[in-house]
């Protein structure tokens, strides 16, 4: 069972444009939201962090949207470029425990 | 900056076979996680320590081992190596407990043949 679920699996934007990544949670008790961005071959990289006491959050291009009352959040990439060409993650993760649950991913290509 | 260092970066053993792999949390953070990713899957947690006691527990084979050591290095020690094995295992570092950003390391690929 995937405690946190990713949409869309695949991603093809072109440069300039805004990806959009969905994540939904079940669990009411998750309290911390990062977003990853992997290249292949390598580790995943924290891009931005949002809690739920926090409807939004913004770090240069990417922006976290967060709705606690549907249990939804989202990465927007602004102004995608070819070099954001890459798999991201969302993640949560609660008070007290010190794992993240994963979502499945999301293959983002932008296209030159 | 500093980040996280593991060790070895590749590894290719046989069934039945042993490895060790290590991680070096970033300077300071005394909290480190283990996680596992197979081919296009997302990164799985397996385990992890906060000041050298294990703190919580995930997908972990009983084959596997792991610990943390006074310097905050952290060893996960895999036995009787099977093909499902294979995947690329990352360790990440936090500081403080209940601190939630994760940092990760470049992950070993572990390969068994």
């Known amino acids: 069972q995937q405690q946190v679920k990713q949409s869309p699996q695949s991603l093809i934007v072109q440069k300039g444009g805004i990806s959009i990544i969905n994540c939904a949670y079940e669990n009411t008790a998750f309290d911390y939201f990062p977003w990853y961005q992997q290249f292949p071959g390598k580790g995943p990289a924290l891009l931005i962090a949002i809690r739920p006491d926090v409807s939004e959050k913004k770090e240069g291009r990417f922006t976290i949207s967060f709705n606690k009352s549907a249990k939804q959040f989202s990465l927007h990439i602004m102004d995608s470029q070819p070099g954001d060409s890459a798999t991201y993650f969302c993640a949560a993760s609660m008070s007290g425990t010190y794992k993240y649950i994963f979502g499945t991913g999301t293959r983002l290509k932008v296209l030159a | 900056a500093a980040g996280v260092i593991q060790s070895p970066r590749h590894l290719i053993k046989e069934k039945r076979e042993t490895a060790t792999l290590k991680c070096y949390p970033i300077p300071r953070h005394d909290t480190v996680y283990w996680y596992q990713q197979g081919p296009g899957q997302d990164p799985q947690f397996l385990i992890s320590f906060y000041e050298k006691m294990q703190s919580d527990k995930g997908s972990i084979p009983d084959r596997f081992s792991a610990q943390q050591f006074s310097d905050y290095h952290s060893e996960l020690n895999m036995s009787s190596l099977e093909l499902g094995d294979s995947a690329l295992y990352f360790c990440?570092?936090?500081?403080?407990?209940?601190?939630?950003?994760?940092?990760f390391g470049p992950g070993t690929r572990l390969t068994v043949t």
């Open positions: 990440a570092s936090s500081l403080g407990q209940g601190i939630h950003e994760q940092y």
